[in-house]
C-alpha cells in the first residue's frame, strides 16, 4: 500500500529534503547512475553537490537565477543540488527550442550565467547555440570546475558531507525551487517559477499515490528541462530511497532497451511516442525488471498498452497527466487500478473545478488547487515579477469528465476544438479516430479557417495509404459525427514532434497555413 499522504512533506526545503532521505535509507545507498556507470551514493551525492555548488557560488550571487544547459545525467542532478546547498535557482533551459525561444527564457528569468559541459554541447552539436547565448550571458563550464577541484575542496565535501546543515544556505518552502519552461505546443513557452515546497509536495503526492519500493530502480531518459524529468526523474526517486538511472535522450531507440535491462530498471519514465518505440525494437528479456511504465506528457495509446500486455508479460503502462504548472503530477493510474483511456485519479490533497464550456456539452474546463501548484508565471518583460494564479486555481486549458471510477478523462484543450457548421468538435477526438483506423502511425488534427463553415479539419499523418474513406467508413459503423472526419490529409514522413516526444502543433499549423495560402 502507498504510504499515507503528509501534507506537512511539503514544509521540508529541497536540500533539507535530500539529507532527510539519506537519514532514513542510508549514505552508502546507491541512489544515481548514468551511462557512465560510476554510481553515486547519497553521501557521494551531497558532497559532490557541495563541493560543485561551492564552486559556482564563487561565481555567482546570492539567490541567483542560474541557467542550467545539460542533458539527463549525473551532472545535470549534481548541479541542480549544488545550486541549491548554496541558494541559487536553477533555470532549467530547452535546449531543443531553438534560439529564439532560448533567448526569450533567458530574458524573462533574467539569466546572467549558463552552465554547461563542452562534452554535451560538442555531442548535441549546439556550438552556435552557446555562440548565441554568451552574448547574452557568461558560459560556465563544467568541464574547468571539476578540473579545478583539488585537496582543499575534497576536504571540505568531506566536512560537508559530515556536517551538511552547517555548510548548506538555510531555504524556505516558499523559495523558489526550480523556473522550467511550458514545451510550447501551442504557443510560445512560459516562464513557470516553482517552489520548493511546490516539488517537495509533488513528490509526496505521488508517493501517496502509487506504492514505491526503495529498492526499485527508476530509469529516466526524459529530459530535464521538462517537469516530468525533474520532478519524475530526479526528486522522486531520490527522495523515496529509489536508485535514478538518468539517460541523455529519449531519442536513443536501440541503446535504451538493452540498457533497461543492464540496470535492471523497475520503472520507466517516458511519453508514448518514446514507449512504444522502444517496445518495438527490445529483444526478449530487456523488460523483464520492470514493474510498470509511466507515460506522460501525450495521450498512450491503446496500441501501446496492447503492445506491452502481449510482449511484455503484461507490464502494465499507467498513463498519468500533469502540467509544468502544477509541478507536474496531477493525476496518474496506478498499478493495481489501472484504467486505460484515463489518466487515473486525482494525487491527494488536490481540489478540482469544471466550468462550463460554452458549446461542449460534456465536461468542462478543468481548474485544479494544491500545495503543487505554482507560485505564478515570470513576465516577459525581464522584471523578474511573478503573476501568481488567481487565488491559487490554476487554469490547465483542457477539457475533463470524471468517470463512474473517479478517474480523469481529458477530452481535448479548450483551443483544441473547431467549430464546424456551428458545432463544436474536438480535434483530440478526431486523432482518436484516425489512431483506431491506423493504430500504428502517428497522426496529428489541426483547423484552419473556412468561408462556408467556419472552419475545416486537415490530418496530418505518417501512414502512408491514409485516406479520407477509410476514417468515414470507420465514424459511420461507431456513430461518430460526419463533422469529425477530416476532408483534407496530408502525408508526411514523420509528424513533427518536440524533444519531450509531444506532437509540434505550433510546426503543423504553419504547415496548415501553408497548404491553406496554397
Same mark, same amino acid.
Not at 525494437?281 to 514493474?291: C, H, I, N, T
Not at 481548474?367 to 487565488?391: Q, T, W
Not at 476514417?471 to 461518430?480: D, I, K, T
Given at each position: 500500500m502507498p504510504r499515507a499522504y503528509d501534507a506537512r512533506a511539503g514544509e521540508t526545503p529541497i536540500f533539507d529534503a535530500l539529507l532527510k532521505a539519506r537519514a532514513r535509507y542510508g549514505g552508502n545507498k546507491e541512489v544515481l547512475e548514468d551511462q557512465d556507470r560510476k554510481p553515486l551514493t547519497y553521501t557521494g551525492l551531497v558532497r559532490a553537490a557541495f563541493v560543485l555548488g561551492r564552486k559556482i557560488a564563487r561565481l555567482t550571487d546570492p539567490k541567483e537565477r542560474i541557467g542550467v544547459l545539460l542533458p539527463s545525467s549525473m551532472g545535470v542532478v549534481v548541479t541542480f543540488y549544488g545550486l541549491h546547498a548554496f541558494g541559487r535557482v536553477p533555470v532549467m533551459l530547452n535546449f531543443t527550442s531553438g534560439l529564439r525561444n532560448l533567448r526569450t527564457a533567458c530574458k524573462a528569468a533574467g539569466v546572467k550565467r549558463i552552465v554547461t559541459a563542452r562534452r554535451f554541447i560538442e555531442n548535441a552539436r549546439l556550438e552556435d547555440v552557446v555562440d548565441t547565448l554568451e552574448s547574452l550571458a557568461e558560459i560556465i563550464w563544467l568541464d574547468d570546475l571539476r578540473a579545478s577541484v583539488g585537496t582543499e575542496d575534497k576536504l571540505f565535501g568531506l566536512a560537508a558531507g559530515l556536517f551538511p546543515k552547517r555548510f548548506r544556505v538555510e531555504a524556505s518552502p516558499d523559495d523558489v525551487g526550480v523556473v522550467l519552461f511550458t514545451s510550447g505546443s501551442f504557443g510560445a513557452p512560459k516562464g513557470v517559477v516553482l517552489t520548493q515546497r511546490n516539488l517537495v509536495a509533488n513528490v509526496e503526492q505521488v508517493a501517496a499515490h502509487i506504492d514505491l519500493d526503495p529498492n526499485w530502480v527508476l530509469f529516466n531518459p526524459l529530459p530535464t528541462f521538462h517537469s516530468f524529468g525533474v520532478t519524475g526523474g530526479i526528486l522522486l526517486p531520490l527522495l523515496t530511497g529509489m536508485k535514478s538511472f538518468m539517460y541523455p535522450s529519449p531519442l536513443h531507440t536501440k541503446q535504451i532497451p538493452p540498457l533497461i535491462r543492464e540496470a535492471k530498471a523497475s520503472i520507466l519514465l517516458a511519453t508514448?511516442?518514446?514507449?512504444?518505440?522502444?517496445?518495438?525494437?527490445?529483444?526478449?528479456?530487456?523488460?523483464?525488471?520492470? %514493474?510498470? @511504465?509511466?507515460?506522460? +506528457?501525450?495521450?498512450?495509446? !491503446? /496500441?501501446? #498498452?496492447?503492445?506491452?500486455? &502481449?510482449?511484455?508479460?503484461?507490464?502494465?503502462?499507467?498513463?498519468?497527466?500533469?502540467?509544468?504548472?502544477?509541478?507536474?503530477?496531477?493525476?496518474?493510474?496506478?498499478?493495481?487500478?489501472?484504467?486505460?483511456?484515463?489518466?487515473?485519479?486525482?494525487?491527494?490533497?488536490?481540489?478540482?473545478?469544471?466550468?462550463?464550456?460554452?458549446?461542449?456539452?460534456?465536461?468542462?474546463?478543468?481548474?485544479?488547487?494544491?500545495?503543487?501548484?505554482?507560485?505564478?508565471?515570470?513576465?516577459?518583460?525581464?522584471?523578474?515579477?511573478?503573476?501568481?494564479?488567481?487565488?491559487?486555481?490554476?487554469?490547465?486549458?483542457?477539457?475533463?469528465?470524471?468517470?463512474?471510477?473517479?478517474?480523469?478523462?481529458?477530452?481535448?484543450?479548450?483551443?483544441?476544438?473547431?467549430?464546424?457548421?456551428? %458545432?463544436? @468538435?474536438?480535434?483530440? +477526438?478526431?486523432?482518436?479516430? !484516425? /489512431?483506431? #483506423?491506423?493504430?500504428?502511425? &502517428?497522426?496529428?488534427?489541426?483547423?484552419?479557417?473556412?468561408?462556408?463553415?467556419?472552419?475545416?479539419?486537415?490530418?496530418?499523418?505518417?501512414?502512408?495509404?491514409?485516406?479520407?474513406?477509410?476514417?468515414?467508413?470507420?465514424?459511420?459503423?461507431?456513430?461518430?459525427?460526419?463533422?469529425?472526419?477530416?476532408?483534407?490529409?496530408?502525408?508526411?514522413?514523420?509528424?513533427?514532434?518536440?524533444?519531450?516526444?509531444?506532437?509540434?502543433?505550433?510546426?503543423?499549423?504553419?504547415?496548415?497555413?501553408?497548404?491553406?495560402?496554397?
Open positions: 508514448d511516442t518514446f514507449v512504444n518505440q522502444y517496445a518495438r525494437v527490445a529483444e526478449p528479456g530487456d523488460f523483464d525488471s520492470l %514493474e510498470f @511504465v509511466v507515460c506522460g +506528457a501525450e495521450k498512450v495509446r !491503446a /496500441e501501446t #498498452v496492447e503492445l506491452f500486455a &502481449r510482449e511484455y508479460k503484461g507490464v502494465p503502462v499507467l498513463e498519468g497527466y500533469g502540467a509544468t504548472e502544477a509541478a507536474p503530477v496531477i493525476a496518474v493510474n496506478q498499478p493495481h487500478d489501472n484504467h486505460p483511456g484515463t489518466v487515473g485519479k486525482m494525487l491527494p490533497g488536490m481540489e478540482t473545478r469544471l466550468d462550463k464550456v460554452e458549446g461542449i456539452n460534456v465536461g468542462g474546463r478543468l481548474f485544479v488547487r494544491g500545495p503543487n501548484v505554482m507560485a505564478g508565471y515570470l513576465r516577459e518583460d525581464g522584471s523578474g515579477e511573478i503573476e501568481p494564479p488567481a487565488d491559487g486555481w490554476h487554469d490547465t486549458g483542457d477539457v475533463v469528465e470524471f468517470d463512474e471510477n473517479g478517474c480523469v478523462k481529458i477530452l481535448g484543450r479548450v483551443k483544441r476544438f473547431a467549430k464546424i457548421g456551428g %458545432e463544436m @468538435v474536438s480535434l483530440t +477526438a478526431v486523432e482518436n479516430i !484516425a /489512431e483506431a #483506423v491506423w493504430p500504428e502511425s &502517428r497522426h496529428a488534427v489541426v483547423s484552419i479557417p473556412d468561408a462556408k463553415k467556419g472552419e475545416r479539419l486537415i490530418l496530418f499523418t505518417d501512414r502512408r495509404d491514409a485516406d479520407v474513406a477509410a476514417m468515414a467508413a470507420w465514424a459511420r459503423s461507431h456513430g461518430a459525427p460526419e463533422l469529425a472526419v477530416p476532408k483534407k490529409i496530408v502525408k508526411l514522413p514523420e509528424v513533427p514532434v518536440l524533444g519531450t516526444g509531444k506532437t509540434d502543433y505550433v510546426a503543423i499549423q504553419k504547415m496548415a497555413a501553408t497548404q491553406a495560402a496554397a
